[in-house]
């Protein structure tokens, strides 16, 4: 055998004993990981954990009540709250009404009457026809018994004029002082004088009262 070959057969033997302790090494690992990891579990699920609660410390005594304190009474007890049962509502009753009397129905008033008409207003005033009625009297009308007595005087009167212009009344305002001279003046006015007529707002012809003139009566000398 040379030197060449023994070389390399040592080489070889070594290589194969690397190998095998690679092996082996390997196969040793994976036995020792696996129980390893078996016993972990094992060990994991057997393990009970226990939770102990601490008891909190006890209450400490209170202080005894200083010797002067005045005893206090106990709260008064309240009474319990009133259940109130709900009474059955009372029984309905029928009540019957009863319709008022009839009423006898009003009496209607009859309607006021409608105010008067006022008469028509006189928008124009009865005037002497004749003119001035002094010219009305003459020394022949002159009463035989005033002129006896020698009495004069001036008279006037109130006189009524008619819807024909005529004098329908007379009425001495202003006595003469002699009876006989007034009756003079309304008779021979009631006689004599005319006039034209009032007239009032719907040109009707209306009675009217004016005053006349003085009338003065004089004996002649």
Known sequence: MSYAQRTDLSGNRTLAWIFTIAVVGTLLYAIVTGLAFNVIKKAATNLKVIDIEQQPPPPEPPPPPPKDMPKVPPPPMTPPPLVRTQSPP???QTVTAIPPPAMPPPVMSPPAPPAPV???RKVQSAQSAKGDLRTLFTADDYPASAQA????GTAQAEITIGTDGRVIGCNITRSSGNSALDSATCNIIRRRAKYVPARDSN??????TITTPPITWRLEG
């Open 90 to 92: 009372p029984p309905i």
């Open 118 to 120: 006022p008469p028509p």
């Open 149 to 152: 007595a020698g009495a004069e």
């Open 203 to 208: 040109g009707q012809a209306t009675t009217d």
